[in-house]
């Protein structure tokens, strides 16, 4: 997984993930699959090789 190095964005991307990413992306895949009723196959990025801590 490719890290985007940024000024902005100091803290790595991994990080984010590593703390709570995961479970936020559950979430919007729940909600995305309630929008659409599952009438639409929604493509979502999947993080499941989790980085190394």
């Known amino acids: 997984m490719s890290v985007v190095k940024s000024n902005d964005h ?3 991307i991994y ?3 590593a ?5 936020a992306i559950a979430q919007l ?3 995305i699959s309630k929008l659409t009723n599952g009438n639409e ?3 979502t990025v999947s ?6 801590s």
């Open 47 to 52: 993080y499941d090789s989790s980085p190394d």
């Open 19 to 23: 703390e709570g990413g995961l479970n």
């Open 10 to 12: 100091p803290v790595p």
């Open 29 to 31: 895949r729940n909600n």
């Open 41 to 43: 196959k929604v493509r």
């Open 15 to 17: 990080r984010i993930f």
